[in-house]
């Protein structure tokens, strides 16, 4: 079973607005942390933003944020005041709490962001 | 800069041949970690290397294997290719057992098979 849904393939947004990308998750464990990745054409993983379950504010850096309902398991990720450089392939990231994890996160499948002028 | 090195960058290759592809960790980080990024499968987990144990298994092919030297870099080994082992496979690292934050992922090593 999916452990992370990115119902999102892609989406377009104008430069200055913002955006919201959705992930929804599935886990048992009380402990885990949710992830968000960005992956510009070039390749490389970056990490934008990290929320702990136990977490009670809803992370922010910079103009990303995360909208953490941990009753809906959803942890959508906001990017405010859209730049072209924002465009990329986002990815929703969990790692599950239980020991036989061994820290390993679990990736979506990526919403595709085109930031139009 | 992550601090994780792989190499090479990109990799051609012809069905049925074995290649290699290595990862050196952030200095420090103990645990590495190996995914597989393909149109298709999107980014699967592989395999996982604590201190040079193996830790964890995903969706590791029987083709594939993978080991974590005394030095903590770590080698991903890849045989009898195939057609659709074409895809960007990443390293990944982190600090000890107990560390929750991200994942620090080298920039990946692009295969592509003919």
């Known amino acids: 079973a999916q452990k992370i849904t990115q119902t999102q393939p892609g989406m377009f947004v104008q430069e200055k607005e913002a955006v919201t990308l959705d992930c929804t998750y599935d886990?048992?464990?009380?402990?885990?942390?949710l992830f968000w990745y960005k992956q510009p054409s070039s390749g490389e993983m970056i990490f934008l933003i990290y929320q702990g379950s136990y977490d009670e504010q809803n992370a922010t850096e910079g103009r990303y944020s995360l909208n953490f309902q941990k009753a809906r398991k959803s942890a959508n990720l906001v990017i405010s005041a859209s730049q072209l450089g924002d465009s990329a392939m986002y990815f929703c990231a969990m790692r599950e709490g239980s020991t036989d994890s061994w820290g390993k996160l679990q990736f979506g499948a990526g919403t595709q962001v085109v930031v139009t002028p | 800069d992550s601090g994780v090195t792989q190499t090479p960058k990109h990799l051609i290759t012809a069905t049925g041949q074995r290649v290699t592809l290595r990862c050196s960790p952030r200095?420090?980080?103990?645990?590495v970690y190996w995914y597989q990024q393909s149109l298709d499968q999107g980014l699967q987990f592989l395999i996982q290397?604590?201190?040079?144990?193996?830790?964890a298994k995903g969706n590791i092919l029987e083709r594939f294997s993978a080991q974590q030297f005394p030095d903590l870099h770590s080698e991903l080994n890849l045989s009898s290719l195939e057609l659709g082992d074409s895809a960007l496979y990443f390293c990944?690292?982190?600090?000890?057992?107990?560390?929750?934050?991200?994942?620090?992922f080298g920039e990946g090593s692009r295969l592509t098979v003919l």
């Open positions: 990944a690292s982190s600090p000890d057992r107990g560390y929750t934050g991200e994942l620090f």
């Open positions: 200095s420090g980080d103990l645990s």
């Open positions: 886990t048992s464990d009380q402990s885990y942390g």
């Open positions: 290397y604590y201190n040079g144990e193996e830790r």
